[in-house]
DNA sequence: GTCTCCCTCCACCTTTGGGTTGAGGCGGTA
DNA sequence: TACCGCCTCAACCCAAAGGTGGAGGGAGAC
């Protein structure tokens, strides 16, 4: 690609503007076609200046950038957009990837970085800061991690026949369903299931479901 | 931290792990302490060398990299891992950032890169090639996205109330219960969780509380 | 052989859940 | 005004779930 790759700058702050400009227009290869200073704007401003990265802040009057980003997915722009943001602190990286966004940095990023960013995004890359990465890493990985280990420890308290109980349980099956489905009579899937009562402190077919759904997401 | 940083290699390749260190012993700040070249090798050399940073790569004989990442964390090492794998095809991104790792890099990347991932692993810092960091976002975000959208249309059908209830049955808290949570009588929730039953497609409050639960992952 | 664990099932009972009909009050809207 | 949607509750019913006790058979451990 030996073209130039169009590139909108969307902020509040025309200060932050200025400095992204002048950032990223000492890069012969990134031409700035547009502007906005608020979500609405963007909106517009994209769907005439039709750029192929947009720099997007988060906190912005009117519509904020994860709107704004919402509202681009779905009206199907081809638009690679970096969410710009001060304090990685936010719990919006996901949202904001989950709305579409490719990129994630802090304001902070050196500018040889971001520009590096720019080209990278639209080279079809996606880029995270470091901080943001570890963040996702923990949202994959973790979220509640403990809750998960202590769910697959649990059934596997279970006997085997309890575990299979349980697991129908969790598809929300009667115990007539259940019984149909594992060749065993209504009374011994309620036996088995008071067993897995005690065995996993629950009192309440929803309560296993539960346990049962933790254990899911742990694919060991 | 002017110390250098305690470098080991895994790999059963002995012409990678000749690369490696050659790209990593030309860097003053890392010293290479220990190579192994199976799972079983890296686990006691790990002891004995107790380096800061691992290099391990995924497929070995007798110990993958996956399970020995896996014993390292159980065993409670205080070891930065940093996955290598020559495709990023592989499933394993997930599962090896679960069981501990924090980096993840292609075997093509360039040297200064490795190098550089090295010391910001060191650092702290989680190091992801791009296209690993693709894959990841693509997990955050979709899994089953569809699933969960139509789980947030769902609850958004219902009334305040009745997603009150709904999220309350999701808890696993009985009518009972929900009645003194919701200040409102037995009856009362009856005739919620009835139209709920309806609009949610359920015919039993354990469906019921898995589409809460699809649902709530979804934070928009 | 004996003990133990698991799986299977029965009978009996109480509580909860799920379905129905009906009805009063309240706020917004045509 | 009348209408409509939502929230509230009641009485009633039957089916399902949850709790208790017991019992027989098979497989492995000692």
């Known amino acids: 690609m030996g073209v130039t790759t169009r590139v909108a700058i969307v902020d509040d702050d025309a200060l932050v503007r200025a400095g992204l400009r002048m950032i990223l227009g ?31 802040d988060i906190r912005m009057p009117v519509l904020d950038g994860l709107e704004t980003t919402k509202a681009l997915t779905r009206r199907g722009d081809h638009v690679r957009i970096i969410v710009l943001t001060t304090f990685d602190t936010d719990e919006l990286v996901v949202t904001a990837l989950r709305h579409g966004a490719v990129g994630f940095l802090l304001k902070d990023t050196s500018p040889s970085n971001i520009v ?32 998960r280990e202590r769910a697959v420890v649990l059934l596997e308290g279970l006997t085997d026949r309890e575990r299979e109980v349980a697991i129908a349980v969790g598809r929300g099956l009667s115990n007539t369903e259940i019984s149909a489905e594992l060749f065993m009579g209504v009374a011994t899937v309620k036996t088995h299931l008071g067993h897995v009562f005690v065995k996993l402190d629950a009192t309440n077919r929803v309560q296993v479901a539960r346990v049962v759904h933790d254990a899911e997401l742990a694919s060991d």
Chains 1, 2 share one sequence.
């Open 116 to 147: 590096d960013a720019v080209r990278r995004v639209a080279a079809g890359e996606s880029i995270l800061s470091p901080s943001v990465t570890a963040q996702l890493i923990a949202k994959v990985t973790g979220g509640s991690d403990a809750q």
């Open 26 to 56: 000492g890069d012969p290869s990134l031409s700035i076609v547009g502007e906005a200073s608020d979500g609405r704007e963007a909106l517009d401003m994209i769907a005439t200046a039709s750029p192929h990265v947009v720099l997007m």
